[in-house]
């Protein structure tokens, strides 16, 4: 491909026209792009230049500089985050809106201004405000995203590199999550019995005991996931349900393996407990007039009967915690499914079955959740003193 100036004779005059050789499918071709007359050679070879170089580099912005608010509100946020799931658009633009987010320390730059100084000294207040590292890349990797996305729509030159690529960011601390032992899980049902809370005993036999099911995953549980026989009993993870953008939203599990069945132990804990919450649930629905459960396992069990949240579903526990267990650790709920995964190991699950019921593609995963105890250490050194002993036992 080349490009040239010629001067051509109009009517009107003489003028000069940019000419672009090309070869396409074996044969030659040749466009044309008359300048306007009064256009200097000068000019001409000038904008020459710069079509030889958008060939090469890809287009240059052609576009009227915009600020990156303007842009993020007018471009990217209605155009290229609606495929995304609602809480990941939510969690952007409150990234992008909060108080101290982006816009407040870039939004009024020119697309054009946003250089690597400019991040990085909003790097650096974030790091000595004491955000964590893993937000401070979740900014700076949305910043990122939507200059990418700028110099796509031609508001950026293509040649010029990502400033984010060159941010120094802060290092990610690995973060060790809690887990209850098995005589507290033990503890908090039996007080969760004593006060009659059958949510309460469902979270703890779906998070501890059967699958570590995620906060998400108990929200998008209904009864015809469960099936509760007297030979074969089992529940399936389809899907999981989020509260964003105001309203409650169902989507798909949060990886590909999350889908999964998990057998329950017919008369088990787990099987007593689903079994009574089914009941419960049949009965409210029958004699109430605006039930609302639709189908969930977990629901609220006063007017409206309405599925209970994601959020809702961590005040319940929170709740619990404080009244019923105020001499036990308050962990996160998430740290039931840690204690699932702890408990799992201690007992000596396959590798197998802790990746298929747990809902992870690798065993890399699940070894982020297990928590070796210094019981369970101490144990395991005991043995191999016992062995050594009883060897030099032996040989004498």
């Known amino acids: 491909m080349s490009f040239y100036v010629e001067k051509v004779s109009r009517k009107s005059g003489a003028c000069y ?9 074996g044969e030659r071709k040749r466009e044309y792009q008359v300048l306007p007359q009064g256009t200097t050679k000068a000019q001409a070879e000038k904008i020459r230049c710069q079509m030889e170089l958008e060939a090469e580099f ?33 969690h952007y633009r409150q990234l992008f809106y909060t108080k101290d987010g982006i816009a407040k320390h870039l939004g009024n730059r020119y697309l054009s201004e946003i250089t690597t100084e400019a991040i990085q000294d909003m790097v650096n207040r974030y790091a000595s405000a004491g ?22 729509d031609n508001y950026l030159k293509h040649d010029i590199p990502n400033p984010c690529e060159y941010v120094m960011l802060p290092k990610a601390a690995s973060k060790e999550g809690n887990a209850y032992s098995m005589e507290e899980v033990k503890l908090m049902m039996e007080r969760a019995k004593s006060a009659g809370n059958i949510n309460i005993q469902l979270l703890l036999a779906l ?15 209904r009864w015809e996931d469960v099936t509760l026989g007297e030979k074969e009993s089992f529940l399936c993870v389809r899907r999981a349900a989020v509260y964003a953008d105001g309203k409650m939203t169902e989507k798909e599990t949060k990886t590909k393996a999350g889908t999964r069945v998990i057998p329950i132990q017919p008369g088990g804990e787990v099987y007593r407990i689903l079994q009574t919450a089914r009941k419960m649930y049949v009965k409210e629905q029958s004699r109430e007039e605006d039930f609302q459960g639709q189908g969930h396992v977990f629901i609220l069990h006063h007017a409206p009967f309405a599925p209970v ?8 526990y929170k709740s619990f915690l404080e009244k019923e267990c105020p001499d036990l ?4 709920l998430h740290d039931l499914r840690h204690t699932y995964f702890t408990l799992c190991t201690e007992i000596g699950f396959s590798e197998l079955s802790i990746i298929a019921t747990g809902g992870h593609s690798t065993i890399q995963s699940t070894k982020r959740y297990q928590h070796a105890t210094m019981n369970r250490m101490k144990s395991d050194m005991a043995k191999l003193e016992e062995i ?9």
Do not use: W
């Open 17 to 25: 026209r940019i000419v672009r050789d090309y070869t396409r499918g």
């Open 58 to 90: 890809g287009a240059y912005t052609t576009k009227e500089p915009v600020k990156l608010k303007n842009y993020a509100e007018e471009v990217y946020f209605p155009k290229y985050t609606n495929s995304l799931s609602p809480t990941t658009r939510q």
């Open 131 to 152: 955000k964590s590292a893993k937000t401070i890349r979740n900014i700076v990797n949305l910043v990122s995203v939507i200059l990418k996305r700028a110099k796509i």
């Open 207 to 221: 998070t501890c005991l059967a699958g570590g099911l995620r906060r998400s995953e108990l929200a998008a549980l």
């Open 309 to 316: 949240s994601d959020n809702r579903m961590y005040k319940i």
């Open 329 to 332: 650790p308050h962990y996160r």
């Open 388 to 396: 050594f002993g009883n060897t030099i036992a032996a040989s004498q």
